[in-house]
């Protein structure tokens, strides 16, 4: 029996066994520039959103994050320096993402306050009950199953944990969705589906 369930990636439907792998294409190869074409593409906006997550989190001293599908760390450095002294482990699919995130944190003289992990949201290696805040930003569209995502981040946080998501949503207004939103306009090329 094969199986031929789908999910998507970008604008695309493919088969959920492709996804993986697709999105590991994608951000290993734009690992050093994501930065900046995230500032680019969104604006910096990014900047602003991920900083009100931050209010609205209120990190504490002595907090353990799990920031899943982290890339290059920006969410955790933000929660390191709102909770001043705390743990923040970062969790991507793919590996060129977070050495340049790990770059970041030996510059800023961080690299103690943080761990690397590459793994899947999926299917995540800790122990239930481990952290105090799971983030997953502008993440949870990369995952094949977000159902499973979240059922992983229920495990993993300890009791009273809080789980925040920070993503894309549309815009109410029909004709600024498809100006902004729709191919070619939101995504480069470099964004598209790699053949398989």
Excluded: C
């Excluded at 900083?51 to 504490?60: G, H, V």
């Excluded at 482990?89 to 993402?97: F, K, Q």
């Excluded at 809080?162 to 993503?167: A, I, K, Q, S, T």
Aim: glycine share 8%; no cysteine.
């Amino acid at each position: 029996m094969t199986d031929d369930r789908t999910t998507h990636f970008g604008f695309e439907t493919v088969p959920e066994g492709d996804k993986a792998g697709l999105v590991r294409g994608v951000f290993s190869s734009v690992a050093s520039k994501y930065d900046v074409m995230n500032d680019a593409m969104s604006l910096g906006i990014h900047r602003i959103w991920k900083d009100a997550m931050m209010d609205w989190l209120a990190p504490r001293s002595g907090q353990k994050l799990l920031d899943v599908a982290g890339g290059t760390g920006d969410v955790a450095f933000r929660f390191l320096k709102r909770a001043k002294v705390g743990h923040a482990t970062v969790l991507d699919l793919t590996e060129p993402m977070l050495i340049e995130g790990r770059k970041r944190a030996e510059a800023a003289q961080l690299e103690d306050s943080l761990d690397w992990i590459v793994g899947d949201a999926m299917a995540l290696p800790f122990e239930d009950n481990t952290f105090d805040v799971y983030t997953i930003s502008f993440g949870i569209r990369n995952v094949t199953r977000p159902q499973e995502a979240l059922a992983e981040a229920y495990r993993v946080l300890k009791p009273g944990g809080r789980l925040m998501v920070l993503e894309f949503s549309q815009i109410p207004n029909e004709m600024l969705q498809k100006m902004l939103f729709e191919p070619p306009h939101l995504l480069p090329p470099t964004f598209k589906p790699i053949p398989s």
